[in-house]
C-alpha cells in the first residue's frame, strides 16, 4: 500500500502547491509511482500542471460526491478522472466546483446524516474510503490542500498516513504552525491514530538575510525536540516563481537551480518514510 501525504498551512503563499507539485516530480524522478490530488477549490496545482481548471470535467468534486452517493461507482469515475500528464505524474485535479462537495460535506456534518455506529460514512472519513482504492495502485499519494473548506483538509488529513506542513521563512508565516498542529491532533484523537508528522518544511528561504536564518533557529527551538525540521530549506528562487507559468516543475523548467537541490533533499527525506 502506497503512503498518502498531505501538505497543508491555514496561511496562504507558504508554498504548498509548489511543494506537492515538485515533491512528487522528485520522486517520480526517483523511480516511484506517484498521484497528485489537488484539494483545493482554486485549481492551483492543476493550473500548476499545465491544465485549466475550469475545463475539466471530471475532477475530485465528481470522486467525493460518488464517494457518498455510489460508492460502487468509484473506480468507474476514477478511471475517468485520473490524468496522465506527460511528466509520468497523475492527477486528480480540482476546480471551483469542489467548493460544491464541500458543502454537501457539511450538510452531511450539520444533520447528522450519519447514523451510529457508521463511522465509514461519517463526513469526515469520504476520502479515507475514497484512497482505498488510489493507495494499491501508487507508491504515494500526495494531497494538496486549500486555505479554506476546513471539512475538505480533515478528510485529506484523515486519510493520510503524514503531514508536511511548510512554512515561509518569516515570522508572521510561522505563527500558522499552532493552528495547523491543533487540526492534525483533533483528527487523530477522532479519526486517524496513526496519522504522523513528516516534519516542518521551511521555504522561500534566502541563506543571506538574517530574518531567515532567525527564523529557521526559532522553529527548530520551538518545535524541533516534538517535531522533525526538514534538513534543507526550499532555497527562494525566481525559477520557482515561473514554473506554473509554463505548467512543468522545477526540474523540467531549471533543473540545476538551487531550488531543484532542495526538492531532490527533501524527497530523500520522504523516501525514508516508508
Known amino acids: 500500500m502506497g503512503i498518502v501525504l498531505s501538505c497543508c498551512n491555514f496561511k496562504g503563499g507558504v508554498g504548498k502547491t509548489t511543494t506537492i507539485q515538485n515533491l512528487g516530480a522528485a520522486l517520480c524522478a526517483a523511480g516511484k509511482k506517484v498521484a497528485l490530488i489537488d484539494n483545493d477549490p482554486q485549481g492551483n496545482l492543476t ?5 485549466t481548471p475550469a475545463e475539466q470535467k471530471y475532477t475530485l468534486t465528481n ?46 456534518q450539520l444533520s447528522q446524516y450519519n ?43 484523515a486519510a493520510s498516513d503524514y ?8 515570522f508572521l508565516a510561522s505563527e500558522g504552525i499552532p493552528d495547523v498542529l491543533d487540526m492534525v491532533r483533533s483528527v487523530q ?14 521555504t522561500m528561504y534566502q541563506s543571506r538575510p538574517q530574518l531567515c536564518q532567525s527564523v529557521r533557529e526559532s522553529v527548530g527551538e520551538i518545535y524541533g525536540g516534538n517535531f522533525h525540521v526538514f534538513d534543507r530549506p526550499i532555497e527562494y528562487s525566481i525559477k520557482v516563481a515561473e514554473c506554473p507559468a509554463v505548467g512543468k516543475s522545477i526540474f523540467e ?18 523516501l525514508r518514510l516508508g
Open 47 to 51: 493550473a500548476a500542471l499545465g491544465y
Open 63 to 108: 470522486l467525493l460526491l460518488s464517494a457518498i452517493d455510489y460508492p460502487e461507482d468509484i473506480d468507474i469515475h476514477l478511471t475517468r478522472t485520473i490524468v496522465h500528464t506527460e511528466s509520468s505524474l497523475d492527477l486528480i485535479p480540482a476546480n471551483h466546483r469542489l467548493a460544491d462537495a464541500a458543502a454537501r460535506l457539511q450538510v452531511m
Open 115 to 157: 447514523a451510529v455506529g457508521d463511522a465509514g460514512r461519517a463526513c469526515e472519513m469520504i476520502m479515507s474510503n475514497l484512497l482505498v482504492r488510489l493507495k494499491s495502485s501508487y507508491d504515494f499519494v500526495l494531497i494538496d490542500c486549500g486555505l479554506k473548506h476546513e471539512l475538505l483538509t480533515v478528510n485529506a488529513l
Open 163 to 170: 503531514a508536511i506542513i511548510p512554512v515561509q521563512a518569516h
Open 189 to 202: 484523537a477522532r479519526f486517524n491514530p496513526k496519522l504522523k508528522i513528516a516534519g516542518i518544511l521551511l
Open 253 to 270: 523548467h531549471a533543473p540545476r537551480n538551487v531550488a531543484a537541490e532542495s526538492y531532490r533533499s527533501l524527497a530523500e527525506e520522504v
